[in-house]
């Protein structure tokens, strides 16, 4: 209760004015970094590790922001998984329009293959919409969609998914038969725990999870994350 109480404090003073904020934020939203205590980040698309190989449009800062709502489903996941030595590490959450129109301009730009070998090895790039690895609209736009793994608390490590983040291939797929056994039961952990948080996966996707009952499922918001 005390936990829960913190957390409704943190949520409620990421919305005043004037508040420890690089920007402030839309109604409904924190930043997950103060709303979540002890959570792991490594927020790809603010710098150059990710399939494009450069920043992404609208990712000015690497914040990681997110619905009120969804915050707290991943405060209580981070909770359960805590007493094990595990903790949570997000690779993205809430994403601008304007990134997802800048991944929908780089997979039209054909001969722009400098991270083929490490996001999409097995792929040819023509066939990303195809295969539904881009699209454009995304459901982290409108706030409650998360990119995720475990980690370690002691040292941050991730435990093995079997798969790198953004791999862009069918090993991906929560259901791979391509994965060994201990791959396999880190994946359905993390999917158990983030179905008990009130999240549903992705097919196509270990790491990606949205909140069931979001509270934007119609909006698609483009403010830049700074």
């Known amino acids: 209760?005390?936990?829960?109480?913190?957390?409704?404090?943190?949520?409620?003073?990421?919305?005043?004015?004037?508040?420890?904020?690089?920007?402030?934020?839309?109604?409904g939203f924190v930043d997950l970094?103060?709303?979540?205590?002890?959570?792991?980040?490594?927020?790809?698309?603010a710098g150059s590790h990710n399939f494009i190989g450069v920043p992404i449009?609208?990712?000015?800062?690497?914040r990681a922001l997110l619905t009120h709502l969804a915050a707290a489903g991943l405060a209580k996941a981070q909770e359960e998984l805590r007493p094990f030595g595990f903790g949570l590490k997000v690779f993205d959450a809430y994403?601008?329009?304007?990134?997802?129109?800048?991944?929908?301009?780089?997979?039209?730009?054909l001969a722009d293959q400098r991270m083929k070998g490490e996001f999409y090895p097995n792929?040819?790039?023509t066939r990303l919409f195809e295969l539904g690895y881009i699209a454009e609209k995304s459901g982290h736009t409108r706030g409650s969609t998360v990119d995720l793994t475990l980690s370690v608390l002691a040292d941050g490590s991730e435990l093995d998914m079997g798969s790198?983040?953004?791999?862009?291939?069918?090993?991906?797929?929560p259901d791979s038969a391509n994965v060994s056994p201990a791959q396999r039961a880190h994946r359905l952990l993390l999917r158990e725990v983030m179905l008990r948080a009130g999240f549903?996966?992705?097919?196509?996707?270990w790491w990606h999870f949205t909140l069931e009952n979001e509270p934007f499922p119609e909006t698609y918001f483009d403010f830049p994350v700074e």
């Open 200 to 205: 549903k996966p992705y097919a196509q996707e």
């Open 164 to 173: 790198p983040y953004d791999l862009f291939d069918p090993v991906s797929w």
């Open 123 to 125: 792929v040819e790039k």
């Open 95 to 109: 994403r601008p329009q304007r990134a997802v129109d800048h991944f929908v301009r780089w997979a039209k730009d």
């Open 1 to 27: 209760m005390r936990h829960l109480s913190r957390l409704a404090f943190v949520l409620f003073v990421g919305t005043l004015p004037g508040s420890a904020q690089e920007q402030p934020l839309p109604p």
């Open 33 to 45: 970094g103060e709303a979540v205590p002890g959570i792991a980040l490594d927020l790809r698309y």
């Open 57 to 62: 449009d609208g990712y000015v800062r690497p």
